[in-house]
């Protein structure tokens, strides 16, 4: 029998109030079933009924180890504990509180936790859910004491890269040196902690401690290369030459960058970009030889591609602005500003770089059509019109586009064409939503009474009239 069915036939059983049947049907499904959230939580419901303590807490528990955010199997867990198990009721009612978003509020309940237990592995269990809450509610400083107590107990080596990534993260470098020392003393075997360290003090420019503590080769050759010392980098990326491996093809532009060749340089570049695309090192590796060059647009523009891929679009932004105040007339930095200008909804900013790229490239489709729709969205829908015509007589592929021609034609009441629009729409998009929708305003549409499109004004241009009067 299916799961679904054993749930079925017990939940029958239990609507005749026949709950001990039930119970020993779900009772002898365990084995097969046991991972089952419904399952668990409908024979510890029975179990509760049956008045089976033991028997409702074993499953109660085993719930939320299943699917940690049962609401319902903390509560009853809550209740199960309370007055018999401190430590058990803490946790949970702080796990509990932090299904309600109450994080703040567990706190005190994993520290009381902490408080009624003397067990070893409780204890780490308690502080490890404690530093949790308190990287949170970001007291960082409270999760790293946590953290600290935790391997004062017990070492652990995901602790120590722990410690050091909140160090990181609060620029404390140095004792985040300091921590992943002592890591890789309690864990010689493991090669992580050693390439993060190594990490470190190359950022620290310590590169003969970076050469200790690396435990890859080409961790190695940066640091050789961090250092000048470009021959020796050479010798070891040849010996490990990985034509599958990016980081092999970024070091080797490193290697060219440092000894002044930029086109072996470049040709690197390219070929770590095809193995990592979008990956921000590309484009920054790209803007420093466009330093070099002395070519400021380039430089500028590819630091803006960086943080575009870092996702830091505010400063990709400045860079494209700069980009764009080096050279006009490139437009490379336009279109990534109407990017992220489409993203924030900065309507006049968007206009301005839209009417830029059409004044540049005069056909290029995807401009005409968004400019279109930025004066669609202003309720200007003469001009949004203008530019929508261009789009379609430059050849745009987007059907859409005679959707919202429709629209504007209808709100300068211009049925006639609005009605060749939304047709041409159609022909174009027969599956569209919009189908029956569009179809019944086709025929609604009274063609012959429709006017011309300079014969009526729309509510704006009346509007906008009566201001300037």
């Not at 030889?289 to 891929?309: A, E, F, T």
């Not at 060749?420 to 569009?438: C, G």
Request: charged letters at 30%; hydrophobic letters at 35%; one cysteine or more.
């Amino acid at each position: 029998m299916s799961n679904n069915g054993t749930l079925m036939q017990a939940q029958m059983l239990i609507d005749q109030e026949q709950y001990e049947k039930a119970y020993e049907m779900l009772q002898n499904a365990y084995e097969k079933m046991k991972d089952d959230a419904e399952y668990l939580e409908k024979t510890a419901l029975l179990a509760k009924t049956l008045d089976k303590k033991e028997d409702a807490a074993k499953y109660w528990e085993e719930l939320v180890a299943v699917n940690p955010d049962s609401l319902i199997g903390y509560s009853e867990l809550l209740d199960i504990y309370s007055g018999k198990d401190n430590y058990k009721y803490y946790i949970t009612r702080a796990k509990y509180k932090i299904l309600n978003d109450k994080v703040s509020q567990s706190i005190d309940d994993y520290k009381k936790a902490i408080n009624s237990t003397t067990d070893e592995s409780s204890l780490i269990n308690a502080r490890f859910l404690l530093a949790k809450a308190y990287e949170h509610e970001n007291k960082i400083q409270n999760a790293i004491d946590e953290y600290y107590r935790i391997i004062e107990q017990k070492d652990d080596m995901a602790i120590y890269y722990k410690l050091a990534d909140l160090y990181c993260g609060i620029n404390d470098r140095f004792s985040a040196i300091n921590i992943l020392e002592r890591g890789v003393k309690a864990f010689p075997e493991v090669n992580e902690l050693g390439e993060y360290l190594a990490a470190l003090y190359i950022k620290e420019g310590d590169y003969s401690k970076a050469l200790e503590k690396a435990r890859s080769p080409y961790t190695k050759v940066k640091a050789y290369l961090m250092n000048g010392d470009n021959d020796e980098a050479l010798k070891l990326l040849s010996e490990n030459k990985d034509e599958n491996n990016a980081n092999y093809y970024a070091l080797m532009a490193e290697y060219y960058f440092n000894i002044k060749d930029l086109n072996k340089c470049s040709e690197h570049i390219d070929k770590f970009e095809s193995l990592s695309p979008q990956n921000p090192l590309v484009f920054q590796m790209r803007a420093l030889v466009c330093d070099v060059q002395d070519d400021s647009y380039g430089y500028h523009y590819n630091m803006g591609r960086c943080y575009s891929y870092k996702q830091d679009y505010e400063l990709a932004m400045a860079e494209y602005l700069n980009a764009h105040r080096q050279d006009p007339e490139k437009s490379e930095a336009i279109k990534e500003i109407i990017k992220i200008n489409e993203a924030s909804g900065d309507k006049t900013s968007l206009m301005e770089f839209y009417e830029k790229l059409v004044r540049q490239e005069p056909d290029n489709t995807f401009a005409l059509k968004g400019l279109g729709d930025v004066y669609a969205d202003l309720y200007e829908f003469r001009n949004a019109l203008e530019y929508y015509e261009k789009a379609v007589k430059a050849g745009t592929t987007d059907y859409e586009i005679y959707n919202k021609m429709g629209f504007a034609y209808e709100k300068i009441k211009d049925l006639s064409s609005a009605k060749k629009a939304y047709e041409k729409y159609l022909a174009q998009a027969p599956l569209s939503p919009d189908t029956e929708k569009l179809k019944e305003k086709l025929a609604k549409m009274d063609t012959s009474s429709s006017a011309p499109i300079n014969s009526e004004e729309g509510l704006i241009d009346k509007i906008m009239k009566l201001f300037g009067k």
